[in-house]
């Protein structure tokens, strides 16, 4: 089988990403457009102008990697957008832009799911883990366990029933005052933090006959640093960094003894992490010990695949190219998917 070429598409929030990835050589380009000055003076993500800055952007970033590439426009074999879930107008710009192309160059095209690109990006790294894994997705908009048979094989283990933990982070910063984008500015000031003066409840990992409750929870976490601020005369700087760092300490090991429990209920060693939490510095060294102490192995995509790209969307669109999917252009956005409707590849 000759290798592919297969241009991706990402939309489905507040980055604007395309790539090309070829299944022999692998990533050839990519390019991320983020628009978090666009949406910082209104402390969170603007649906409207989120949809609006897609459409300005993706053709310029298309022109972008082509070139970076060296590739003939429309050199491609295939073409894969995210098609969910995500904010229907932003994923609806890329769509319709991603499709025009595969109209106009007569190439197949594939709408690929959002988090099932998340799971796959450590899958482009020279270092790969084999089939069974777990998977920890950890973004702003998702908290998942997710056990991995297979490309396609999917089984939800865990999943957040309130706050993903990259949104607990983002409002936690904003209760303190921190810049938008907040999970990165409250990691950092944690590093200040004094981790003895405060402690938090570590959200549903209490054993109750040896079981442990299946998902997460973070709205407590959140509620537990409104009250510790409530309870403080005057916030100073310091106040703030302690707290912080009490957050992510309660975060990070919320999410460690969740993989670890799962991990020998399911007797797997080999951990997956991906989505923007998971270049976290202090869950990365804590999940590193973890599979160690397992006798396995974590693996995370590098730090520019951890957020939202157009790499990630290219190579899980390529795998289901090359297995013979493919969707007919009236395909639209879903706002909702469940990761467990994918089929087997």
Known sequence: MRAMICLGFESSCDETGVALYCSERGLLAHSVYSQIALHAEYGGVVPELASRDHVRKLAPLTKEVFAEADLAWGAVDGIACTSGPGL????????????????????PFVGVHHMEGHLLA????????TYPFLALLV???HTLLVKVAALGEYELISESVDDAVGEAFDKTAKLLGLPYPGGPALAALAEQGDPERFYFKRPMTKLDHGEMPQDFSFSGLKTQVLQAVKK????????KADVARAFEDAAVDTLVIKCRYQM???GINQLVVAGGVGANKQLRAQLHELAAAM???VFFPRHELCTDNGA???FAGCQRLLAGEQDDLTISGRPRWPLTELSAI
């Open 88 to 107: 229907l107008g932003a994923l609806l710009a890329g769509m319709a832009y991603s499709r025009s192309l595969a109209m106009a160059w007569n190439k």
């Open 122 to 129: 450590p899958l482009m790294e020279a270092e790969q883990p």
């Open 139 to 141: 973004s702003g908009g």
């Open 232 to 239: 403080l005369d005057q916030v100073t700087e310091q106040d």
């Open 264 to 266: 020998q209920r399911l």
């Open 295 to 297: 006798d396995g192995k």
């Open 312 to 314: 990630m969307i290219a």
